[in-house]
């Protein structure tokens, strides 16, 4: 199968040819231009490579988020568009699985954590068994020191290993000394997911889950503000 694949959930977005599970081409963005100039491009690139054609692509796999509002928005757009216009079908990827996914070489635990905005992070829970990362419980919003707890909780023997792209709190928090000495590893780089994506999405195809352009959306795990609020203000006159 001939999959284009695609990542636009924060400034390092990507793009990238697979066939099957090997990739072919990736183009990175690295640059300041927006997203909707440099995407189509990039694709157009991408193809160019190969000398493929748009008619010769299988389907498309697009990382769904959670991340910037406006870069989901282009991916999602463009893999909606190009999915419509050559009638086929979408594999929709969660980023945090994307991310986790990468760790290949981990242990039996795999914690992933995004920049969340407002002092929070994207986060979920993953363990390993038969081989496949599978994840433990929901992707959550919480403070970092929060999830800390909750991976402690699951996983109190330790050996967990932390993917944190352009996260750098971690290693901050005030029991991240006792995670590390239970054998807890950090790793805290920016990687291109386009890549992984399209193997995730390969897998997808393959089990028949793929969606339609109509029913692809965006995965934003925010809670809504006014529950926020709400918690906020239940707190406040609790403190009274």
């Known amino acids: 199968m001939l999959i284009l694949s695609l990542d636009?959930?924060?400034?390092?977005?990507?793009?990238?040819?697979l066939r099957d599970e090997t990739v072919l081409q990736c183009a990175v963005h690295e640059t300041g231009e927006e997203y909707s100039i440099w995407l189509p491009n990039a694709m157009e690139g991408l193809l160019r490579a190969e000398s493929v054609g748009w008619k010769d692509i299988?389907?498309?796999?697009?990382v769904t988020g959670p991340g910037s509002f406006t870069g989901l928005r282009v991916g999602?757009?463009?893999a909606k568009g190009f999915a419509e216009v050559y009638g086929k079908k979408i594999a929709a990827v969660p980023r945090?699985?994307?991310?986790?996914s990468r760790a290949a070489e981990a242990g039996e635990w795999v914690a992933v954590a995004v920049e969340g905005g407002r002092g929070e992070v994207?986060?979920?829970l993953y363990r390993r068994a038969g081989g496949e990362l599978r994840r433990e419980g929901q992707e959550c919003v919480l403070a970092p020191d929060q999830f800390l707890?909750?991976?402690a909780q699951a996983a109190p023997a330790g050996g967990v290993f932390w993917c944190t792209p352009g996260t750098e709190g971690i290693a901050g928090l005030e029991g991240w000394a006792t995670r590390a000495a239970l054998g807890d590893k950090l790793d805290s780089g920016e990687v291109a997911l386009a890549t992984a994506a399209g193997k995730i999405g390969y897998g997808l195809a393959r089990a028949g889950k793929l969606v339609d352009a109509l029913a692809l959306d965006a995965n934003y795990i925010r809670r809504p503000d006014a529950e926020r609020f709400w918690e906020e203000a239940r707190a406040g006159s609790h403190a009274r």
């Open 149 to 151: 707890s909750r991976v």
């Open 96 to 100: 945090l699985e994307a991310i986790a």
């Open 122 to 124: 994207y986060c979920a």
């Open 8 to 17: 636009t959930c924060n400034s390092r977005g990507s793009a990238a040819l």
């Open 58 to 62: 299988d389907f498309f796999a697009v």
């Open 76 to 78: 999602l757009t463009t």
